[in-house]
């Protein structure tokens, strides 16, 4: 009964390569997130969908595409991977209410290495 | 400019002492939400608790509690009869209501690396 799945946990991968991270939610929620984690732990947002459209795209390198095929999946697609793109990489959704109440609820996060 | 900072990288408390992580934040918006994460060794995020800018209370749930504090725009977490399994990375965490867009982002601290000891 997990909330937020990511797959896959861990991915090495060569650079050059192209790979994709998979999230579904079975919350209901409308909204869902890919943030990176660095390597000093720091948290920072990349995406977001709400209701399959998007609506936050920080400055994230073309080479990152998500895609929203439905609000209770979130994929994340990365091209020509380089080495500063390993990082853990968490996908997390929210149910937008109105104020600023909705926590978020986060996958257990995709640790990608690229060598 | 920073949103939240959290100035303490690393913290010690022995077990069943109580804890603050220290957390202040910078907004405009007068309507804003901070939560406050813990993430263990094994990388999970897990929510703790929660504080609208609007609620007159302090929240609380079980062992954290948040002692907020509007005008000096601080909300440190306090963690009571500190227990081994909270040792553990924690982030405070701000959601302002009125940024871009209806699915406004949550914006992370630091964090603050909390070893429990015997």
């Known amino acids: 009964d997990t909330a937020v799945s990511q797959t896959p946990k861990y991915l090495v991968t060569q650079m050059g390569n192209d790979k994709s991270i998979k999230c579904e939610q079975n919350?209901?929620?409308?909204?869902m997130y890919w943030y990176k984690q660095d390597s000093k732990k720091f948290l920072k947002i990349m995406f977001s969908?709400?209701?399959?459209?998007?609506?936050i795209n920080e400055t994230v390198p073309n080479r990152f595409s998500p895609k929203s095929p439905d609000k209770a999946h979130l994929n994340l697609h990365i091209n020509s991977l380089e080495l500063g793109d390993s990082a853990v990489y968490f996908c997390?959704?929210?149910?937008?209410?109105?104020?600023?109440?909705?926590?978020?609820?986060f996958g257990n996060g995709t640790r990608l290495t690229v060598t | 400019a920073q949103k939240i900072t959290q100035t303490q990288p690393g913290m010690f408390v022995q077990e069943k002492e109580a804890v603050t992580l220290d957390c202040t934040y910078d907004?405009?918006?007068?309507?804003?939400?901070l939560f406050w994460y813990k993430q263990p060794s094994s990388g999970e995020m897990i929510f703790l608790i929660y504080?609208?800018?609007?609620?007159?209370q302090n929240a609380t749930e079980g062992r954290y509690s948040l002692n907020f504090q509007k005008a000096r725009k601080s909300a440190n977490l306090v963690i009571s009869a500190s227990q081994l399994g909270d040792s553990a990375m924690y982030f405070c965490?701000?959601?302002?209501?009125?940024?871009?867009?209806?699915?406004?982002?949550?914006?992370f601290g630091t964090g603050t690396r909390l070893q429990v000891t015997l």
């Open positions: 997390a959704s929210s149910q937008v209410r109105p104020g600023a109440g909705s926590p978020l609820h």
């Open positions: 919350l209901g929620h409308d909204t």
């Open positions: 969908y709400n209701n399959k459209e998007l609506i």
């Open positions: 907004t405009s918006d007068p309507s804003y939400g």
């Open positions: 504080q609208g800018s609007y609620d007159q």
């Open positions: 965490a701000m959601r302002e209501a009125f940024s871009t867009g209806t699915a406004s982002k949550l914006t």
